[in-house]
C-alpha cells in the first residue's frame, strides 16, 4: 500500500473511512491526515483491538484504494 498516495487524496479517503470507522469523531478523522500509525493507534483505543488486527482492518479498506 502506497501511504504517499493515501496522504494526498486524504480528504477523499476520508469520507469512505468514516463510514468504515464509524466510531471515531471528525476531530479524530482531522488529526490523522493520511497518518497511518495515529489512525492504528485510534482504531485500537475506540475497537479495543491488538495492534495487528487494526493494521490488518487499514490494508484491507486502503489496499484497493491505492493499487495503481
Known amino acids: 500500500m502506497n501511504w504517499d498516495i493515501v496522504k494526498g487524496k486524504w480528504a477523499q479517503f476520508k469520507g469512505e473511512a ?35 488486527d487494526a493494521e490488518t482492518h487499514i490494508d484491507e479498506f486502503f489496499r484497493p484504494r491505492t493499487q495503481v
Do not use: I, P, V
Open 18 to 52: 468514516r463510514k468504515q470507522w464509524g466510531n471515531l469523531t471528525d476531530d479524530d478523522w482531522d488529526q490523522f491526515n493520511g497518518d497511518r500509525e495515529k489512525l492504528s493507534g485510534k482504531l485500537q483505543e475506540s475497537y479495543g483491538w491488538a495492534k495487528q
